[in-house]
């Protein structure tokens, strides 16, 4: 059964920082692209970030140069490093693992809330 463990959401004032972590199986980590996504209430889920299993990132422009997505492979655990925090980051924070095309799999999603 493939799990998505998340953690390190929480509430922060602006300006601030949090880490969170995702930890999913084994038997999916290493072929994975994995991502961190958010939904605000009232819109769309949306990407946050996406890092590739040879390490390439990608970063919505809205958090370019605040955040860091990384990997460690030997503990299948990626790493959301959110710096500068704004309220407009206050949404669900969910992990996704894409495998291809037709296996994705998705967190419980953690709540970051900025206050101003």
């Known amino acids: 059964q493939v799990q998505l463990m998340e953690s390190g959401g929480g509430l922060v004032q602006a300006g601030g920082s949090l880490r969170l972590s995702c930890t999913a199986s084994?038997?999916?980590?290493?072929?994975?692209?994995m991502g961190w996504y958010r939904q605000a209430p009232g819109k769309q889920r949306e990407l946050v970030a996406i890092?590739?299993?040879?390490?390439?990132?990608n970063y919505a422009d809205s958090v370019k140069g605040r955040f860091t997505l990384s990997r460690d492979n030997a503990k299948n655990t990626v790493y959301l490093e959110m710096n500068s925090l704004k309220p407009e980051d206050t949404a669900v924070y969910y992990c996704?693992?894409?495998?291809?095309?037709?296996?994705?799999?998705w967190g419980q999603g953690t709540q970051v809330t900025v206050s101003s």
């Open positions: 890092i590739g299993n040879a390490g390439t990132t």
């Open positions: 084994r038997s999916i980590f290493a072929s994975s692209t």
């Open positions: 996704n693992a894409r495998v291809n095309v037709l296996r994705s799999y």
